[in-house]
């Protein structure tokens, strides 16, 4: 039985204080008591910081039984025997005080392994038990050594936890991942989304609390938490869609395109459809497209403009709502004809124009008004409007004047804005256009990407390229005859025992 009257009894005979078969006197006892219960409640709070929450009961009096210390009176009687020698001014025993410290040591131990954990073998579904798991991988926990729920280490872990959680979201608005991921408002919310990533909070939070406490982190335990939140990411990167799916059809997704050619966005970074990324490649687009404008090889198809009807004007105007209208002022005029009027469909004669490259061949003209038949052309590039020169000038309402120009490619003024090229193009547009981009940011762009640019646009060369016959000057050839199929202009109309009427 476990009686604290036995129990001083013994401790004081123990301790050298009473002889044998001496009776204890009653102060003597009372202060035993006292000690005892003292004694007890030590251990209580030390219990209460260490993992061992049971609470350890004091005797109530001299004589009752407290059954919770039947196993451990040995520990009672060598602690307390220690515990007298001091009070009445005696010098240890060195062995006693070896039995006593193993005791209570082995009596500590012994009731750590009896009670349950403070948070039971389960998957983590809240803050608490994840921020105490940290604290203990973190080694600011251990087998004899804890802390309450609202410790000031419990609120920190909740604030490194969330800051750490809003710091991956950060990180995810910058990546292609835009999920948001939850916080924890409250020790004891359950948030469900971190079920199956623990490990990737745990392994995290333990590093961000050991250098909130001064403790440098391991080389293992940086690196484990590192791959655990890279995990993390490129998980859910692969469970949601691409921001632009399928195959490119605005300015917007060939841009996108382009900047993942040019390493500006991977699988781990992205940039907002209003970015300076985003606004650089759309500019980079309209000047690309604007320069392949201008090249022969690079525009798909030719168009045919028409004035009807001469109004006997020496010059017409060309470009927007202009006597010969197109989108834009054409850099350049390909080939001209005159249409003879009135004509009999469906036999209507055309007269090709010799076209003059130059201003310098046109001012050479001596009668620059001469009225009658056309036979040359001039196209003076002016800017927003060209003008187109006949000579000789065309009488009113007697020809019909048509030019062939590059058709316009795009002209795009917004990233929503069709893409509106033929397919074989999206190539060539994105592979030269991340070249640019890698340019603009100081990169140079790799040799396969450079020759992907490259092989795209040759292609467009072989596709759009459009060779004419081959004719030459009669005073060239062997023998002095038109080459061509009806004759370069009026100057090659007609011929006479092989001599040019008018040349």
């Given at each position: 039985?476990?009686?604290?009257?036995?129990?001083?009894?013994?401790?004081?005979?123990?301790?050298?204080?009473?002889?044998?078969?001496?009776?204890?006197?009653?102060?003597?006892?009372?202060?035993?008591?006292?000690?005892?219960?003292?004694?007890?409640?030590?251990w209580?709070?030390?219990?209460?910081?260490?993992?061992?929450?049971?609470?350890?009961?004091?005797?109530?009096?001299?004589t009752?039984?407290?059954?919770?210390?039947?196993?451990?009176?040995?520990?009672l009687?060598?602690?307390?025997a220690?515990?007298?020698?001091?009070?009445?001014a005696l010098?240890?025993?060195?062995?006693?005080?070896?039995?006593?410290?193993a005791?209570?040591?082995?009596?500590?131990?012994?009731?750590?392994?009896?009670?349950?954990?403070?948070?039971?073998?389960?998957?983590?579904?809240?803050?608490?038990?994840?921020?105490?798991?940290?604290?203990?991988?973190?080694?600011?926990?251990?087998?004899?050594?804890?802390?309450?729920?609202?410790?000031?280490?419990?609120?920190?872990?909740?604030?490194?936890?969330?800051?750490?959680?809003?710091?991956?979201?950060?990180?995810?608005?910058?990546?292609?991942?835009p999920?948001?991921?939850?916080?924890?408002?409250?020790?004891?919310?359950?948030?469900?989304?971190?079920?199956?990533y623990q490990?990737?909070?745990?392994?995290?939070?333990?590093?961000?609390?050991?250098?909130?406490?001064?403790?440098?982190?391991?080389?293992?335990?940086?690196?484990?938490?590192?791959?655990?939140?890279k995990?993390?990411?490129?998980?859910?990167?692969?469970?949601?869609?691409?921001?632009?799916?399928?195959?490119?059809?605005?300015?917007?997704?060939?841009?996108?395109?382009?900047?993942?050619?040019?390493?500006?966005?991977?699988?781990?970074?992205?940039?907002?459809?209003?970015?300076?990324?985003?606004?650089?490649?759309?500019?980079?687009?309209?000047?690309?497209?604007?320069?392949?404008?201008?090249?022969r090889w690079?525009?798909?198809?030719?168009?045919?403009?028409?004035v009807?009807?001469?109004?006997?004007?020496?010059?017409?105007?060309?470009?927007?709502?202009?006597?010969?209208n197109?989108?834009?002022?054409?850099?350049?005029?390909?080939?001209?004809?005159?249409?003879?009027?009135?004509?009999?469909?469906?036999?209507?004669?055309?007269?090709?124009?010799?076209?003059?490259?130059?201003?310098?061949?046109?001012?050479?003209?001596?009668?620059?008004?001469?009225?009658?038949?056309?036979?040359?052309?001039?196209?003076?590039?002016?800017?927003?409007?060209?003008?187109?020169?006949?000579?000789?000038?065309?009488?009113?309402?007697?020809?019909?004047?048509?030019?062939?120009?590059?058709?316009?490619?795009?002209?795009?003024?917004?990233?929503?804005?069709?893409?509106n090229?033929?397919?074989?193009?999206?190539?060539?547009?994105?592979?030269?256009?991340?070249?640019r981009?890698?340019?603009?940011?100081?990169?140079?762009?790799?040799?396969?990407?450079?020759?992907?640019?490259?092989?795209?646009?040759?292609?467009?060369?072989?596709?759009?390229?459009?060779?004419?016959?081959?004719?030459?000057?009669?005073a060239?050839?062997?023998?002095?005859?038109?080459?061509?199929?009806?004759?370069?202009?009026?100057?090659?109309?007609?011929?006479?025992?092989?001599?040019?009427?008018?040349?």
């Amino acid at each position: 039985m476990a009686i604290a009257n036995n129990v001083i009894f013994l401790a004081l005979r123990n301790a050298g204080v009473n002889g044998v078969g001496q009776t204890p006197l009653a102060d003597d006892v009372n202060d035993a008591f006292t000690i005892l219960n003292a004694q007890i409640g030590q251990w209580s709070l030390e219990r209460k910081v260490m993992v061992n929450a049971t609470a350890l009961p004091q005797f109530p009096d001299l004589t009752t039984d407290e059954p919770f210390w039947d196993p451990y009176l040995h520990v009672l009687l060598t602690s307390l025997a220690v515990r007298l020698r001091q009070v009445y001014a005696l010098p240890p025993l060195e062995l006693d005080v070896q039995m006593a410290m193993a005791a209570i040591k082995a009596f500590q131990a012994i009731n750590q392994q009896q009670i349950a954990p403070i948070y039971a073998l389960t998957t983590p579904t809240t803050a608490e038990p994840i921020i105490y798991l940290a604290l203990r991988t973190a080694g600011r926990l251990n087998d004899t050594q804890s802390v309450a729920s609202t410790s000031k280490d419990v609120a920190d872990g909740l604030g490194l936890l969330n800051a750490l959680i809003a710091e991956w979201n950060l990180e995810r608005e910058r990546t292609v991942n835009p999920v948001t991921l939850p916080l924890f408002p409250t020790l004891t919310t359950a948030v469900s989304f971190w079920d199956p990533y623990q490990q990737a909070l745990l392994t995290n939070l333990s590093v961000r609390i050991q250098q909130a406490t001064g403790v440098q982190p391991s080389p293992v335990d940086l690196q484990i938490a590192v791959d655990n939140r890279k995990l993390l990411q490129a998980i859910n990167q692969q469970q949601i869609a691409p921001i632009h799916p399928g195959v490119p059809s605005t300015c917007l997704q060939v841009i996108f395109l382009a900047l993942r050619m040019a390493g500006r966005i991977t699988d781990a970074q992205s940039v907002s459809d209003s970015s300076k990324d985003v606004d650089d490649g759309m500019s980079a687009l309209v000047s690309l497209i604007a320069q392949w404008q201008k090249k022969r090889w690079l525009t798909y198809v030719e168009q045919e403009l028409s004035v009807p009807s001469s109004t006997g004007a020496q010059y017409y105007t060309i470009g927007p709502g202009m006597d010969f209208n197109t989108p834009s002022r054409p850099d350049s005029i390909t080939s001209a004809y005159i249409r003879i009027m009135p004509g009999v469909p469906p036999n209507l004669v055309d007269i090709p124009l010799e076209i003059l490259n130059s201003r310098e061949d046109y001012s050479q003209i001596s009668v620059k008004t001469l009225q009658t038949m056309p036979a040359y052309l001039f196209y003076e590039t002016g800017w927003p409007t060209g003008k187109v020169w006949i000579w000789p000038v065309a009488p009113a309402n007697q020809y019909g004047i048509y030019v062939t120009v590059k058709a316009p490619l795009p002209t795009y003024t917004a990233v929503t804005d069709a893409f509106n090229l033929p397919p074989e193009y999206l190539e060539a547009v994105t592979t030269s256009l991340a070249c640019r981009i890698c340019a603009m940011n100081g990169q140079v762009p790799s040799a396969y990407l450079m020759a992907q640019a490259e092989m795209a646009i040759n292609t467009l060369r072989q596709a759009n390229t459009q060779i004419p016959l081959l004719r030459l000057p009669g005073a060239l050839g062997l023998h002095r005859y038109d080459a061509s199929l009806v004759g370069p202009g009026l100057g090659r109309a007609f011929i006479l025992n092989q001599d040019v009427v008018l040349g």
